[in-house]
T-cell receptor
Framework: DGGITQSPKYLFRKEGQNVTLSCEQNLNHDAMYWYRQDPGQGLRLIYYSQIVNDFQKGDIAEGYSVSREKKESFPLTVTSAQKNPTAFYLC???????????FGSGTRLTVV | AQSVTQLGSHVSVSEGALVLLRCNYSSSVPPYLFWYVQYPNQGLQLLLKYTTGATLVKGINGFEAEFKKSETSFHLTKPSAHMSDAAEYFCAVSVPGGGGNKLTFGTGTQLKVEL
């Protein structure tokens, strides 16, 4: 079955460490997105990519980086520059213009 | 730029009662509108969407929503709440042909269903 897979589901990071969250889709969708979710704040856009080898900053890109070397993959790196990284991270893909997103099941990152 | 406002961050209903979750949008052109549901520690699942055509849209799990241009609203309803409907609901908007296809989400409404 086609879908979008995020791994790991839970991730613990020590302060000062970089960590990479995986997002893979086999839906042949062109666009992919990363959102951060905090209680009471809804979804905030971190980065997005419309096509391979191209991506744009969202509303809260500082302290994060991404790559889009393959259509299927859009990994997110949370760097040590992100001061408050503990959150629930959601990856999504979109088949084309003005269609809804398909979401992964999320990764909960906790800084310890 | 488009925006979405969800009135009421928490809504509580009795089992069997009507569910009404409110969503108002702002857009300079006719928008595309979406409702998503999220269960704890999971991703979002599409409930229904409005793009063009019939303004009353039916979705999964017995939910429906009506696009009202004059009121800039897209409220979500269900005639009879079930315990399994307890979740967080998000309204979202996108603008045809613009905005890079991105969806803009509301801040969510937590639905509680009581016996």
């Amino acid at each position: 079955d086609g879908g979008i897979t995020q791994s790991p589901k839970y991730l613990f990071r020590k302060e000062g460490q970089n960590v990479t969250l995986s997002c893979e889709q086999n839906l042949n969708h062109d666009a992919m997105y990363w959102y951060r979710q905090d209680p009471g704040q809804g979804l905030r856009l971190i980065y997005y990519s419309q096509i391979v080898n191209d991506f744009q900053k969202g509303d809260i890109a500082e302290g994060y980086s991404v790559s889009r070397e393959k259509k299927e993959s859009f990994p997110l790196t949370v760097t040590s520059a992100q001061k408050n990284p503990t959150a629930f991270y959601l990856c999504a893909s979109q088949p084309g213009q003005n269609n809804g997103y398909t979401f992964g099941s999320g990764t909960r990152l906790t800084v310890v | 730029a488009q925006s979405v406002t969800q009135l009421g961050s928490h809504v509580s209903v009795s089992e069997g009662a009507l569910v009404l979750l409110r969503c108002n949008y702002s857009s300079s052109v006719p928008p595309y509108l979406f409702w998503y549901v999220q269960y704890p520690n999971q991703g979002l699942q599409l409930l229904l969407k409005y793009t063009t055509g019939a303004t009353l849209v039916k979705g999964i799990n017995g939910f429906e929503a009506e696009f009202k241009k004059s009121e800039t609203s897209f409220h979500l309803t269900k005639p009879s709440a079930h315990m399994s409907d307890a979740a967080e609901y998000f309204c979202a908007v996108s603008v045809p042909g613009g905005g890079g296809n991105k969806l803009t989400f509301g801040t969510g409404t937590q639905l509680k269903v009581e016996l």
